[in-house]
């Protein structure tokens, strides 16, 4: 490469839980520029989320996030005309917001109204191990275990 690699940016820790993966996943949430409106839906998904569950909201998030969060996934590469789906590990950043995406993704898939009870009832099913998140997941890591013989083709 010629250029050298940007700087991370800092990223500022959220107010209630002073967590800065929180405000990773607010991020991803957030629509058109709008933080404000993001940290709302956010911190009345955690209320939904401790009144439904008698829970600590914060917990229930990272056991959702966590239970997301894939370990592998499938590249293409072409090798003489065909290509193959090679199973690789991935870095830890991708994996992490992969797994904030697919949350966020089928949050806003689910029926339901409004997007606080959607994102509640997503993350909750997600911390049980169900859920639109945890379905895609496991379906990432059954492909890439189905092409596992490709695996000595890593670029």
Known sequence: MRKRKPKKRLIIPDPRYGDIMVTQFVNNLMLN???????????????????KTEENPHEVWKKALTNATPQVEVRSKRIGGATFQIPTEIY??????NGMKWLIKFARARSGKGM?????????????????????????????????AFAHFKA
């Open 92 to 97: 830890q950043a991708r994996k992490t917001s």
């Open 116 to 148: 606080a009870d959607k994102l509640s009832a997503e993350l909750i099913a997600a911390s049980k191990g169900e859920g639109g998140a945890v379905k895609k997941k496991e379906d990432t890591h059954r492909m890439a275990e189905a092409n596992r």
């Open 33 to 51: 520029g709008k933080k404000a409106v993001a940290y709302r839906l956010f911190y009345d998904a955690m209320d939904i989320i401790a009144e």
